[in-house]
Every structure is written in structure tokens, then in C-alpha cells.
């Protein structure tokens, strides 16, 4: 295999414990970026800001919504001093994202399909708003939009999408365009339906040890995500009763003559040092988000399962409808009954056919049996593809997911690093004014 | 030069100016039975073979040699240590087990080179009960004086367990400062009661019971009943100090008590979010070491938590607590000046009105009142400056050493996370160099 060229960057990167976790963050999408797609060689994306509108919906009500700004530019390197061209522009909404990555899933049932960030806010500790329209939830669900748009633009195969290109390149008629494709007959409805089993009695067990992990991963990240809410809840009142240390202390230097000033100056850190919880908690929500992206994922990757279980599925039908076919063909043929039926005990009964009908049913059945055999091969070998293609893009999954997991840890020890660093050095800098007292 | 000195009296022989009996003391004859005699005439400071009388040059110049003495406590508080001669220790408990009942005992170890006590080195055992009748002495015998408070007599029993570690830990400390302070006290610690504390075999503490409550009585029976006209400056700016210092340190110890909680329960969600993690790395190959690493760190991060909480409320929280004590004590010395100074003022007046009478001359009892509150503003004011700048050293200690456990908690955890770090992108680097094998 040949080295990756961007691989002397990474290796940088180890061992060196000051790197900030936004740094840990952008070495993912360093990663996408450099995996190298033919689109993004040739074009740059960002969902640069984000705008609130007012507008008339479809039952002609007035509502609020907020609309994402789209920029593209050539993936050209800007010579020194010069500036790079000015990014084509269009906006897009929320609902059109969830049109595009729909059609991405019938269009795509063999790729696990990169997941849109939350719509509403889930999993919130109680300081954390849960309000759509609330200005942190709106720059956070930006940054995940943009996330997503780069997952599609880096996938080997998705990166080639026709609408893909033109949803970050055309803004009118973009929705016809959807339309056009017909992509609503694929929906197979039989899919949504998460109740419904399918007995399949040959299961790929690649499969359905993947299917099971998903459902492990989907368990645990969202335990995860719901303690980790409980956890930052409690230590936001850690942090914030200590401020009540800083009220006391300054009130009590007044009676205080050479304690004094110690005692206040001591305060003011305790002051710093309860203030200090709301930023490194928000800055714990990255973490959180990347939590969240994977547990979409295991959406992703169920609907993949199950549409392999699906066309194995039919594929079981139809061999089992051919060998139900030919055993009919062998009993006419022979005349023996080897399987039970109402014609053949009728017929014992109220006696046999005459030859031609005999020869007649007989012809249908081979023309029967004919196209079952077509169907039957057409349906093995789709059945293959599906489990080759989609295989590909579990194994490309798998190594994503450890990657982007590991990473995500390492940026999650780094903010904890940073805030026990800040901690000693609130602490230190009152033990000074203690040490003045 | 120690001869004369009445049976116990703690003053026979040599000792520095600073160390003043109080007329009031218990060992010296009662002031209802020697009227003027010349052991007690007045101030009596320095050694009883001088016969002085209040307004003898000798003793104004002991007054002022006290004065001295106090700018040298001012300037270094442990200056005494330089001349320190008494050294106690208590520790060692151990739990007796009889019919009756159950009980903790301490070792009380003594250094001493004052030949006040028989031998250079003693070692008794003494219960609770033991130091309480030492305090009630002291403070009946010593009543211009302030007594350093003991930790809490009354547990609730059900809600602590008197025998469990941590208790007995945290009231030893507290008898052991007490007995410390004591032992520093110039006046107090030359207290007959003390030397029978720390020397004796066993503890009579019947021993001039009777005499001490007959002594006791009529003080009180003649403080009872005067108004006080006039509390000079001074004194009610300590009393002004007082309650505002008790109530800033409830506050205190009510912020610390919130913390505590706050802490437990963000410690509680902590070891769940950890097992989280464990449970996660059950479910993958390549990141099944990083998530165990992660839940390692999160373990080690509650220990170090528990540690400081643990520290926070067996030697913080019993600290404070005994400072409110020591203020109420500080309190009472108070209130008993104001009583003596109110007892001499009415006495004044009487005898004044009765002068204007029938020309009886002031009697003398009348001056030893005035003697004796200008010894008891005397003596306060010298245990006041002493125990503020005691009470300096007390809490610059006790927020140091709070600030220090925190500093701990965190160096712990960032060191833990630092480790990680290390693991997990050493992994990066394995990962690396096979991908490029």
C-alpha cells in the first residue's frame, strides 16, 4: 500500500498533548478531505452561516425557519498574497437536506448513508436550551449540516451523485430535479416497517453479527449521551455554588484588618473559577455531537441489513417457489403424488385428467418453471451485488468508525486535560491570596 | 525564690512577667475570706513575695512590661515557641468495653522541662469526660480568660457512630488542639487543673468541687442585678467583630455542606458513566483498549474526587465548626467583663450616694471592683490580640490546605488523562505504520 501523503502530518500530531480538541476535530475532516474524492478535488464546501425566515408554509401559516448558507469554491491553491475566488452561493433548509438524504437512501439501499444532525435537541442537561430556534443549537446543527455534506462529497461512491452535485450547486428547481428521478417507487414500504420479520433461513451471518452490534452500539451511545447529560448537570452545581465562596469571602474581609485583602482577592478566584463551568461544558457538546453523529449511523446501517435480509428474502421465495414449480412438473409428469394437494385428491377421486390437458398444464408449468429459473438467477446475482457493494462499504464504515471514535476520544481527554488545567491554576492563584491573609 | 507560694499554685518559682495569676484565680484564697491580704492585693503580677499594691511603681511597671509583651505576640506569634517548655500530644485512642458502657480513650503525652510538674515526661489516658472537667475548671477558675472550645459533646446516637474511625479521627485532632492551645496560653497553662490533668494517675474530679461552686456562686451572686452604663469602644467592637465573624462562617460551613452534596451526587452519576464506557468496549475489537482506557480515567478521576471530599469534611468542616465554638466562648468572657465592670459601677455609685449621706469613706472593696475589671480589660485584651492572630494562622492554614486538595483532585486527573492520551495515539502510530506495510 502506498503511504498516504498526508500521513506526516499526522504522525506530528503524536505525542503532542497541547493540541486543542477543535484541532482533534479538524483532523477528521482532514482525513475526509484527504481521502480524496474527485469532487472534492475539484471544489471546496462550507455551510458558512445560517439566517433566520418567516415565510408561508404549505397550509398557508406563518412560520419561522431558519435557512443554511452553502458556499462552493474551486479546490484551487490560492498563490501567496492573492485572494481566493469569491464562493458561489445558495441557500438551503432543513427539510431539503432530509429530501436529499432520502433520496440518497432508496437510490443507495447498499451504502450506509452519512446521518443528518438532530432535528431537535435530545439528550440536554437542563442549562442546555432545547429551543430549535436557540442561537447555540442553530451554530451547532450548522457545523453538523456541513459535517454531513463533507461525508457525502468524501464517499467513493456517493461523491458521484448527479443531485448530490446539484444540491450544493443549483438553487431553484432543485426540488423538481428530485422529483424527476421517480425515487418514490423505489421506497419500499415493507423497509419502515421495523416490526416486520422476514424468515430468512440463510441468513449472511456477516449480516446479522452487524446487525446485532448496531443495535449494541445504538444501546450504549445513547446510555452514554444520557449520563453524560446527567454528569454535566452535576458538576454545573459543583462549580456554581462555589461562587457563593466569593460573596462570603469579600464580605467577610470587611471586618477583616490585615486578612483582608487576601480574603477578597481569594473571592474573585472563586468568582472566575464558577464562571469558568459554562464555557467548558459547551465545549463538551462537540463531543457530544460526535457521539451523536454515530449513533445515527446505526439507523443507517440497520436499513442496510435489512435490506439485505429483504432481497435475501425474495431470493428464498423465489428458489422455493421454482422447487415447488418442478416437484408439480415431476408429480404431472410421472403421475405420482408425491405432495399432498386438493387437485391431486380430487382427480384420485373424481378421476383423471384427459392426456391433453395433461400435456397443456404441463407446458405451462415448463414455461413457468422457465421464467422462475430467470427470475431465480437474476435475483442471486442481485442478491450478490448487493452483499459485495455493500460489504465494500461496511469494511470503508468500520475503518471510518474507529478512526473518527478514537479521535473523538482523544479530543474528549484533551477538554478534560484543559479543564483540570484550569482548575490548578484557579486554585493556585487562591492559594496565593490565602498564603497573603 | 518559691517559697510561699500557697499549695498548687502554679506561680511559685520563676517565671516570665507575662505569666499573671489573676486575683480571681481559684487558688488563691477566696476574695470573701482575705480582704487585702498580701498575696492578692490588686495586681498581682510577677512572683506573690513581692507584696504589691495597685498603685505600686513595681506593678505599673509589670503592666507595661505586659504591654510589651503583647507587641512581641503581635510581631510573631510563635515567638513563644522559642521558650516553649510544656509539650502535649494526644492520639493513640482505643475503645474500652465495660458493663456499664463503652468508651474511647486518648493518650495524653507531656514534655516538660517546668518544675511545676514532678517529672520531665508523663503518659495518661483520659476520656472525653476528662477534658470536659478540664474546660469547666479552666473556665471557673480563669474566667477573664478565654478557654479554647472542645469538639461537641452530644453526638446524635443513630445518626453518628461514636466509634466509628472517622469520628474519633476528627475529635482527637479537635482534643489534641485544644490541649495545645491550652498548653500555649501563658496564663492557662499554668493552671493547677492542668497539671492534675495531664500528670495524675487518676483524675479526682471531685477535688475542691465544693469549693470551686461556692467560689462560682458568689461570683455570680454579686455580678447579678447591675445595669451596665457604658461598655468602653473597644469591647463592643470585639462583640460587633464576634457576630459578624459566627455568621460569616456559618455561611461557610453551610456553602462547604452544599458542595459536599453537589459533589456526592456528581461522584454518584460519574461511576455510571464510567461503567458505560466498560460496557461499550465489550462490543469492539480496535476500540475496545481506548474505551477501557477512558473508563479507567473516569475511575481514577472519582477516587481523586472522593479523596478531597473526604478531606473536605473531616478536617475543614469540624474546624470551622470549632471556631463557632471558640466564638461563643469568646462571647461569654465577654459578657462576664461587662457583669464585672457593671458589678463595679453599681457598687461606685452606691458607696458614692452613701458618702454624700453620712461621709462614709469609699470602701475598699469598692477599688479592688475597679482592680478588678481593669485586670479582666487586661487579660481580654491580651487573649484577644492572641487569638486573632491566632486565628490568622488558623484559617490561612485551613484555605491553603483547602485550596491544596483541590489543586491534588486535579493534578490526579489530568495526570490519568495525560496517560491516555499517550496510549491512544500511540495506538495512531501502530495503526499508521501497518497501514503503510
Known amino acids: 500500500m502506498m503511504a498516504d501523503s498526508g500521513s506526516n502530518e499526522e504522525v506530528a500530531v503524536i505525542g503532542n498533548t497541547d493540541i486543542t480538541s477543535t484541532e482533534s476535530e479538524n483532523n477528521i475532516i482532514n482525513t475526509m478531505v484527504e481521502r480524496g474524492t474527485a469532487l472534492l ?123 448530490f452535485f446539484l444540491f450544493l450547486t443549483e438553487e431553484k428547481g432543485w426540488r423538481e430535479a428530485v422529483l424527476e428521478t421517480g425515487f418514490q417507487d423505489k421506497v419500499d414500504s415493507r423497509l419502515k416497517s421495523l416490526s416486520a420479520a422476514f424468515r430468512v433461513k440463510n441468513p449472511d451471518k456477516r449480516f446479522t453479527a452487524l446487525k446485532q452490534y448496531s443495535d449494541e452500539l445504538n444501546t450504549v451511545i445513547s446510555q452514554l449521551l444520557r449520563v453524560r447529560a446527567r454528569v454535566a448537570d452535576r458538576l454545573y452545581g459543583v462549580y456554581k455554588v462555589h461562587g457563593n465562596y466569593g460573596r462570603v469571602f469579600s464580605e467577610w474581609s470587611a471586618i477583616e484588618k490585615e486578612m483582608g485583602d487576601g480574603l477578597q482577592s481569594a473571592g474573585h478566584h472563586m468568582d472566575t473559577y464558577a464562571a469558568s463551568i459554562d464555557d467548558i461544558l459547551e465545549e463538551e457538546e462537540h463531543y457530544a455531537d460526535q457521539l451523536k453523529e454515530y449513533f445515527f449511523y446505526t439507523d443507517a446501517v440497520r436499513s442496510v441489513c435489512r435490506k439485505h435480509e429483504l432481497i435475501q428474502y425474495e431470493l428464498e421465495i423465489a428458489a422455493q417457489d421454482l422447487a415447488h414449480k418442478k416437484q408439480l412438473k415431476e408429480e ?65 464504515f468500520k475503518e471510518q468508525k474507529d478512526n473518527d471514535l478514537r479521535e473523538a476520544l482523544i479530543s474528549y481527554a484533551i477538554m478534560q486535560i484543559s479543564m483540570c488545567k484550569k482548575g490548578i491554576q484557579v486554585w493556585s492563584n487562591a492559594k496565593e491570596c490565602f498564603n497573603k491573609m | 525564690m518559691s517559697v510561699g507560694a500557697p499549695r498548687g499554685l502554679a506561680s511559685s518559682g520563676q517565671k516570665p512577667i507575662a505569666e499573671i495569676l489573676h486575683p480571681l484565680s481559684a487558688t488563691e484564697e477566696p476574695l470573701s475570706v482575705s480582704g487585702g491580704g498580701d498575696k492578692e492585693a490588686g495586681l498581682t503580677n510577677g512572683t506573690p513575695v513581692e507584696n504589691s499594691s495597685p498603685a505600686s511603681a513595681s506593678s505599673l511597671f509589670n503592666r507595661l512590661q505586659l504591654d510589651d509583651d503583647l507587641e512581641a505576640d503581635i510581631q510573631d506569634p510563635y515567638a513563644l515557641t522559642e521558650t516553649r517548655d510544656l509539650f502535649v500530644t494526644v492520639d493513640d485512642p482505643k475503645k474500652h468495653v465495660s458493663t456499664m458502657e463503652t468508651y474511647i480513650t486518648y493518650r495524653v503525652s507531656t514534655k516538660t522541662t517546668r518544675i511545676e ?109 447591675y445595669k451596665l452604663r457604658a461598655r468602653p469602644a473597644e469591647f463592643c467592637a470585639m462583640g460587633e467583630y464576634l457576630d459578624t465573624f459566627s455568621q460569616k462562617l456559618g455561611t461557610i460551613d453551610r456553602i462547604a455542606q452544599r458542595i459536599l452534596k453537589e459533589q456526592s451526587e456528581y461522584l454518584t452519576e460519574l461511576r455510571e458513566y464510567g461503567t458505560v464506557y466498560s460496557s461499550w468496549a465489550g462490543s469492539e475489537e480496535e476500540l475496545q483498549h481506548p474505551l477501557e482506557g477512558v473508563a479507567g480515567c473516569v475511575t481514577t478521576c472519582c477516587s481523586a474526587l472522593e479523596e478531597q471530599c473526604e478531606n473536605m469534611s473531616q478536617d475543614f468542616l469540624p474546624v470551622l465548626r470549632e471556631y463557632l465554638l471558640y466564638i461563643e ?109
Open chain 2, 329 to 437: 466562648s469568646m462571647k461569654n468572657v465577654l459578657r462576664k467583663r461587662d457583669q464585672s465592670q457593671a458589678e463595679y459601677e453599681g457598687r461606685l455609685e452606691a458607696a458614692v450616694l452613701r458618702k454624700q449621706e453620712d461621709k462614709t469613706p469609699i470602701p475598699v472593696e469598692v477599688e479592688k471592683c475597679q482592680d478588678k475589671v481593669e485586670c479582666f480589660n487586661a487579660d481580654l485584651k491580651a487573649d484577644w490580640e492572641r487569638w486573632q492572630s491566632n486565628k490568622r494562622q488558623d484559617f490561612k492554614q485551613l484555605l491553603t490546605g483547602m485550596a491544596d486538595k483541590n489543586i491534588n483532585h486535579y493534578e490526579k486527573s489530568q495526570a490519568a488523562w495525560e496517560s491516555l492520551i499517550t496510549l491512544l495515539q500511540e495506538k495512531q502510530t501502530e495503526d499508521k505504520t501497518s497501514d503503510t506495510n
Open chain 2, 117 to 225: 510538674f514532678d517529672l520531665p515526661e508523663y503518659c495518661v489516658r483520659r476520656r472525653y469526660q476528662d477534658f470536659d472537667w478540664l474546660r469547666i475548671k479552666l473556665e471557673d477558675s480563669q474566667p477573664t480568660h478565654l478557654i479554647p472550645p472542645l469538639p461537641e459533646k452530644f453526638v446524635m446516637k443513630g445518626v453518628v457512630d461514636r466509634f466509628s474511625e472517622e469520628f474519633v479521627e476528627t475529635r482527637m485532632k479537635a482534643l489534641d488542639k485544644f490541649l495545645k492551645r491550652v498548653a500555649d496560653h501563658p496564663v492557662l497553662s499554668f493552671n493547677p487543673h492542668l497539671n492534675a490533668f495531664l500528670s495524675a494517675k487518676d483524675l479526682n474530679k471531685r477535688q475542691g468541687l465544693a469549693l470551686l461552686t461556692k467560689v462560682g456562686e458568689s461570683v455570680k451572686h454579686v455580678a447579678g442585678g
Open chain 1, 41 to 163: 478535488k475539484k471544489m471546496e464546501i462550507n455551510v458558512a452561516e445560517a439566517e433566520k425566515r418567516t415565510g408561508k408554509n404549505t397550509v398557508n401559516m406563518q412560520e419561522t425557519y431558519t435557512v443554511y448558507l452553502i458556499e462552493t469554491r474551486p479546490a484551487e491553491t490560492v498563490p501567496e498574497g492573492g485572494t481566493p475566488a469569491a464562493p458561489d452561493t445558495l441557500w438551503r433548509r432543513y427539510s431539503e437536506f432530509e429530501l436529499l438524504r432520502t433520496y440518497l437512501l432508496v437510490t443507495y439501499p447498499y451504502i450506509i448513508i452519512p446521518p443528518l444532525p438532530e432535528k431537535r435537541a435530545e439528550f440536554v442537561w437542563h442549562k442546555l436550551s432545547a429551543d430549535n430556534l436557540d442561537p447555540d443549537f442553530v451554530e451547532r446543527r450548522r457545523v453538523g449540516l456541513e459535517n454531513y455534506l463533507l461525508r457525502v462529497a468524501s464517499h467513493p461512491v456517493l461523491s458521484n451523485d448527479k443531485i
Open chain 1, 332 to 396: 404431472l409428469a410421472t403421475g405420482t403424488v408425491r405432495v399432498f394437494s386438493l387437485k391431486g385428491m380430487t382427480s384420485k377421486l373424481f378421476g383423471q385428467e384427459s392426456p391433453e390437458q395433461r400435456e397443456s398444464k404441463l407446458a405451462a408449468l415448463e414455461q413457468s418453471i422457465q421464467e422462475g429459473e430467470q427470475a431465480l438467477k437474476e435475483k442471486n446475482s442481485e442478491c450478490q451485488e448487493f452483499v459485495r457493494t455493500a460489504w465494500e462499504d461496511i469494511e470503508r
